[in-house]
């Protein structure tokens, strides 16, 4: 017999690959996913990636409303989007592999666990034969692999339950995929250990599961290479990797200490604006005050009460509690308090799609309030830019004593990539003074730069002043019913809104300053539209694009970049919001993209898109000096 060592398979270098866990939660998909991002940040290589959570809680196992999936696209270079379709396809059933299939082009690879197509499930699923038997798959690469049994095999004499051996099958198909992308066991392992220390035994079986993976990819003939990704070339720094949520929440802490005082959180929980609430829990040791209310307008009505006593006050949710927030943040508008809203998007209406993603929320928050009531607008582009939008909209907040709303979506909220940390020398000094002197107190004066009204903290000697939700006396705060004062402080408000544009930067035009098409994109849109872009630019195509931050006011050189394009093309995962408002306010005749089916934009349509206005005969083109 021959015991000498096998022979080492060979290695193909690739630039970047897509890759796609799914299965039911149960599986531990986004488990699984979670440890291959965290893993691949580790081994250097740019990623992003789309946690998609299953559309029902508790659905049935091994149905398609039960599905979970995780994608990753990670690379030796920048890395914008977690990508269109996956190349590689891990599949844990029958209902995960009908849930995604469609999405495959030929000769991708599908490595499925050929111990869940059973009978019973391929009847859940919906397949009227096994694909495994029918040819359906043949135009991909399929590798089956019997991830059920090799667990089980894998972890023999351990006494385990069954349902504890099936709950490690995920660790298998991890170390199988760490073996095929070269990625190191030791940071799983080591978390692992971490995570389980006080149930050894399932630390034990789950390690073992991961290594047998590996084992198992290594030694026999189901791959005939596997792959290496060199590390991406970036910034010097010190980086980690980050979800978009937890930016979220870490940029709030470091505003608190940027502002030198307390951060109040008021939160009910939502998805998928909830992991906020769960991170900020953590910080108590840096004076984060979090609460958690029995209701939106509780969590709200809190937020307020915390800013009138002088705290950063914030309050979290999605689309829906938005809607009931509605009355109180209107109250802060009249009190012209500091007030910062997060909304983490998500398909609706009503309930709608809660583990979906959109961006249907802009004109809402711009809106959907009674009266003329203005409040600022932003809105982070990628995970990582969360931090430092949040800690902008702390102070827009704060400087001109207003709410703001910081619009993310789930798909930001949940996403995750590499993020620089920054340096303290690099962040804004957020600490604002509070008036003290009785004899030139007034509570609605105006500070001549911003027209912020003082910021009088409860409890100063001689600072007392009527608060409410009734019309101010401009100046002194009293109540007032006069129509010249109503139409004085509406005015006020409005103008001190419109203020905030002299602190935005220039707007950054990727691309020439003039062109054929310009696509002016904001929020999740980002890495989709600037990949798009790069692309036709390499090809020599006349295409740039804008991305904003600032939602309201819009930047104060918009207006101009704007003229200088044949057409301006809007990509959103909604109806057409910010397409409605680019031309109601600057008359140019943009075109809209516009999907929403609870998934980002593919980077292949927005090519598409582009290139078909690039190709409109001149006549239906505008000058570009119009």
């Known amino acids: 017999m021959n015991s000498s060592p096998a022979k080492p398979k060979p290695v193909q270098e690739i630039d970047s690959v897509t890759i796609r866990f799914a299965g039911d939660s149960g599986d531990g998909i986004q488990l699984t996913g979670g440890q291959f991002t965290n893993t691949t940040a580790f081994a250097g290589n740019d990623l992003s990636t789309l946690p998609d959570f299953p559309a029902e809680i508790r659905a049935p196992a091994g149905t398609l409303p039960g599905v979970s999936g995780f994608q990753i696209q990670f690379g030796s270079h920048e890395v914008l989007t977690p990508g269109d379709t996956p190349d590689v396809l891990v599949v844990m059933n029958p209902a995960a592999l009908k849930a995604n299939v469609r999405e495959l082009a030929p000769g991708n690879v599908v490595i499925l666990n050929t111990d869940a197509f059973t009978a019973q499930n391929l009847t859940k699923a919906g397949y009227p034969a096994n694909p495994l038997e029918d040819g359906s798959l043949s135009s991909f690469r399929v590798i089956p692999i019997p991830l059920t049994g090799l667990t089980d095999n894998a972890l023999q004499g351990m006494q385990l339950t069954r349902t504890q051996v099936d709950r490690c099958k995920n660790f298998f198909a991890l170390g199988i995929m760490y073996w095929l992308y070269e990625r190191p066991l030791e940071p799983t392992s080591n978390w692992i250990r971490k995570k389980f220390q ?334 798009a872009v790069k692309e036709l630019q390499k090809s020599g195509e006349p295409v740039a694009a804008v991305h904003l931050r600032h939602l309201n006011p819009l930047p104060r050189d918009l207006g101009a970049i704007l003229q200088k394009y044949d057409t301006v093309l809007v990509p959103e995962i909604n109806m057409g919001q910010l397409l409605l408002l680019l031309r109601a306010k600057y008359m140019v005749p943009a075109v809209g993209f516009n999907k929403v089916r609870g998934q980002p934009l593919k980077v292949s349509e927005i090519h598409v898109k582009i290139q078909e206005l690039l190709n409109r005969p001149p006549n239906e083109r505008r000058s570009s000096h119009a």
């Open 198 to 531: 006080k149930v050894p035994l399932i630390a034990e079986a789950n390690a073992k599961a991961l290594a047998a993976g590996h084992a198992y990819a290594e030694t026999t003939e189901i791959f005939e290479h596997h792959y290496r990704i060199s590390k991406a070339p970036i910034a010097p720094g010190r980086y980690r990797n980050i979800t978009g949520n937890e930016a979220t929440a870490l940029g709030l802490v470091t505003a608190s200490r940027l502002a030198q005082r307390s951060v109040f959180y008021g939160s009910y929980p939502i998805t998928p604006a909830s992991d906020i609430l769960h991170e900020l829990s953590k910080h108590k040791a840096f004076g984060v005050r979090t609460f958690q209310a029995e209701d939106e307008i509780a969590a709200v009505g809190a937020a307020i009460g915390a800013s009138f006593g002088g705290l950063l006050a914030v309050t979290g949710t999605s689309g829906p509690g938005i809607c009931l927030k509605s009355e109180a943040i209107n109250l802060a508008v009249m009190l012209e308090l500091p007030l910062v809203i997060l909304n983490v998007q998500r398909g609706g209406p009503s309930t709608g799609l809660p583990t979906k993603t959109e961006q249907a929320d802009l004109l809402q928050v711009l809106f959907g309030r009674n009266g003329e009531s203005p409040a600022a607008i932003v809105a982070p582009a990628t995970p990582g830019e969360c931090f430092p939008l949040v800690i902008e909209a702390c102070r827009i907040a704060m400087r001109y004593m207003t709410p703001v709303f910081f619009l993310s979506d789930g798909y930001l909220g949940n996403g995750s990539e590499p993020w620089k940390i920054p340096r303290l020398n690099e962040l804004p000094d957020l600490r604002v003074e509070h008036p003290s002197d009785p004899k030139i107190f007034q509570p609605y004066a105006r500070d001549p730069k911003t027209l912020a009204r003082p910021w009088a903290l409860p409890g100063t000697p001689g600072l007392e002043h009527r608060i409410g939700g009734l019309e101010k006396q401009s100046g002194t705060g009293n109540v007032s019913y006069d129509p010249e004062n109503h139409d004085r402080m509406v005015r006020l408000r409005a103008e001190k809104i419109d203020g905030i544009a002299r602190d935005i930067p220039p707007t950054p035009v990727l691309g020439p300053r003039e062109g054929r098409v310009l696509v002016v994109g904001w929020g999740s849109t980002y890495g989709t539209i600037t990949q």
